[in-house]
């Protein structure tokens, strides 16, 4: 739990305090309740990101959002071909850009994320050169690969796109949890 902290309740970069969520004695991060979200204490620019959750109920909202800014869901739709699915970047992309898979698993049972992402790229004078994108598996099954990123919309429009920003779990509902969270860092 060293590597994370509760998130700012005004400001979604910053960290406030300590992370309020359980460790079970398993090596398990489960969701506090009344305690949305959490952000790592590090920034990361290019990386692979692995880990596992597994939701405890539902309906639920969770999930995992790149630089605090690109969010993939994290959703019990199991069953469901109507509702949105699990893995989509739904505020940052196209709707035509959804994967229209649904690879999730039912509820209590652990899922897999694997993630690549490379953020926007930024000439000295601050103007952007490329855009972020992601190449991204649930469970195994290929949902975007090279998929382009932006613009960002809702809530995390106000924080405009950069190189390196944290990573942040969130939560919308049911609890959750997490295990074997880790991360490699890529040089592009």
């Given at each position: 739990m060293d590597a994370w902290a509760k998130r700012s309740d005004g400001n979604w970069l910053e960290t406030d305090g300590p992370s309020p969520w359980k460790l079970l004695n398993v090596g398990i991060m489960e969701i506090a309740p009344n305690f949305s979200y959490l952000n790592t204490r590090r920034s990361f620019a290019a990386y692979k990101l692995h880990l596992e959750f597994c939701t405890l109920g539902g309906p639920s909202n969770n999930g995992i959002y790149l630089q605090c800014r690109y969010e993939t869901k994290i959703l019990e739709t199991y069953?469901?071909?109507?509702?949105?699915?699990?893995?989509?970047?739904s505020n940052c992309t196209d709707k035509s850009a959804n994967p229209g898979i649904r690879c999730a698993r039912p509820v209590y049972e652990w899922q897999t994320m694997d993630i690549e992402f490379h953020p926007a790229k930024f000439d000295p004078a601050g103007k952007k050169t490329?855009?972020?994108?992601?190449?991204?598996?649930?469970?195994?099954?290929?949902?975007?690969?090279?998929?382009?990123?932006?613009?960002?919309?809702?809530?995390?429009?106000?924080?405009?796109?950069?190189?390196?920003?944290?990573?942040?779990?969130?939560?919308?509902?049911?609890?959750?949890?997490?295990?074997?969270?880790?991360?490699?860092?890529?040089?592009?």
């Open positions: 069953g469901s071909l109507t509702a949105n699915p699990t893995a989509q970047f490329a855009d972020a994108w992601v190449t991204e598996y649930l469970n195994g099954t290929l949902c975007y690969d090279h998929q382009k990123l932006g613009p960002l919309l809702l809530n995390a429009a106000r924080y405009g796109e950069a190189a390196t920003g944290p990573i942040m779990l969130q939560n919308h509902g049911m609890p959750a949890q997490f295990r074997n969270i880790w991360l490699v860092e890529l040089h592009d």
